[in-house]
């Protein structure tokens, strides 16, 4: 499979100029023999993997990894963080022109930031359909303890091929699964913000989310049984997910409170280390945040829900969470100015019954843990070995990770029975 870059770039109904850098897509058996060609173009190529991900695609790789420079990741419980980009940055030559990450989210990552900062291109090569970030132009980082969308360079080229990653382990693949179903929310928080601040919104990059989404859903069950056309499908809808990234020129249409759930857990900031891939903690954080949206809506179809003002920062619950762990001042920066501090509660007031209406389309929340679960998902905090205890602090506190507005951090002004506000 091709995929048409044309779609995804040019004038827009938006009334915006999509931009795509990415200047081919193969998702395709024997797709990494097209590197023979795309090769000629670079005077020093470098391969950046991981053990795993070598071992992966070594056997249809094995002419590159015997005759192109190997920068192999190091280290216990590698991630997508400073330490890590500072291993590669100083095992990197200086001569490389070119990146070839070999890998899934987190070798993506690594290499799409040293991309950026050494001003070089990189082609992706997944090891597994695991994540929807291969064509993203931002990398999601731990720097310095707090998660952030670092600026990053999307990939020239990108090389899926089915032979490889079709072979992945299927917690990889359940973990790609999961990430794309996080999109429901993710969009709801989108539409939602358009709706009360005029947040730019682009229909054509909305919709091209939905089609991802839906489109993988159809194929679930031969996905689960590793059909190769089915798990193709699944690549290039997380794929697309990335193109619409690139298109919004950030991960807006693809990361909302779904994901703000998954970073706070990666912070440690109320619980240990989980050993978790991504989208599991995805997948867990959008069946908590189905279930809190659709009281939400309940309460409003009720006329139980009342507008308080939850503007301010909660400075005495952020003292005692981030703060015990030294990122109190980082919290406030990263939310600094203030998101909701212009916020009208009286427009809120008044969008409510049209929020409700949103909140109507999106899938229902135990229909969607049942989906996940047959599909070999993720959709419990047991499962990640987290008590549920932690479920009403992780609701709180998780919006602060990311300043992005989401019906989750709007919600801190909305009392309802069942509300975390009172």
């Known amino acids: 499979m091709v995929v048409e870059m044309e779609r995804f770039s040019g004038a827009c109904t938006c009334g915006r100029e999509h931009e795509i850098t990415v200047k081919a897509v193969w998702i395709e058996a024997g797709a990494v023999t097209k590197l023979d060609k795309l090769l000629k173009q670079y005077s ?16 249809f790789m094995k002419n590159y990894f015997e005759t192109l420079e190997v920068l192999t990741v190091t280290g216990e419980d590698i991630h997508a963080n400073d330490i890590f980009v500072d291993q590669v940055e100083k095992k990197l030559s200086e001569k490389a022109d070119c ?35 291969f064509v993203s132009s931002v990398a999601a980082m731990t720097w310095h303890g707090m998660k952030k969308a670092l600026t990053a360079k999307a990939p020239r080229y990108v090389l899926a091929d089915t032979d490889i990653f079709k072979n992945a382990p299927f917690r990889l693949t359940a973990s790609g699964i999961s990430d794309l179903m996080g999109k429901y929310t993710a969009l709801l928080d989108w ?56 298109m919004a020129g950030n991960s807006r249409p693809a990361s909302g409170a779904e994901h703000h759930v998954s970073h706070l857990w990666e912070m440690e900031i109320i619980n240990d280390y989980i050993d978790a891939l991504h989208g599991e903690k995805v997948s867990v954080g959008l069946i908590l945040c189905l279930e809190y949206y659709e009281k939400i809506k309940e309460a409003v179809q009720a006329k139980t829900c009342k507008v308080i003002d939850g503007r301010a920062y909660e400075t005495e619950l952020l003292k005692q969470t981030f703060g015990k762990k030294g990122m109190y001042e980082l919290a406030l920066e990263e939310n600094d100015p203030n998101l909701m501090e212009e916020l009208s509660l009286k427009d809120l007031e008044e969008k409510l019954p049209e929020i409700a209406n949103e909140i109507e389309k999106l899938p229902d929340s135990k229909k969607m843990q049942k989906l996940l679960s047959d599909a070999g998902c993720i959709t419990t905090m047991e499962q990640l070995g987290l008590s549920e205890e932690k479920k009403e602090l ?22 309802f029975p069942g509300s975390l506000y009172g």
């Open 44 to 59: 020093f190529p470098v391969i950046i993997c991981d053990e795993n991900t070598k071992r992966a695609a070594l056997p």
């Open 394 to 415: 992780t609701l709180r506190l998780c919006p602060y990770v990311r300043r992005r507005l989401t019906l989750l951090r709007l919600s801190k002004n909305l009392s």
């Open 191 to 246: 539409r939602i913000s358009h709706i009360l601040t005029g947040e730019y919104l682009c229909e054509a990059i909305y919709d091209l989310e939905l089609e991802a989404v839906r489109e993988v859903e159809l194929v679930l069950d031969n996905i689960k049984t590793g059909d190769p056309e089915s798990m193709e499908k699944l690549m290039y809808a997380l794929i697309l997910s990335g193109l619409a990234m690139q």
């Open 99 to 133: 990146l070839l990450a070999v890998g899934s989210g987190t070798v993506h990552d690594l290499t799409r930031y040293t991309a950026y900062q050494r001003g070089i291109e990189f082609i992706s090569i997944p090891t597994a359909a695991s994540v929807d970030g």
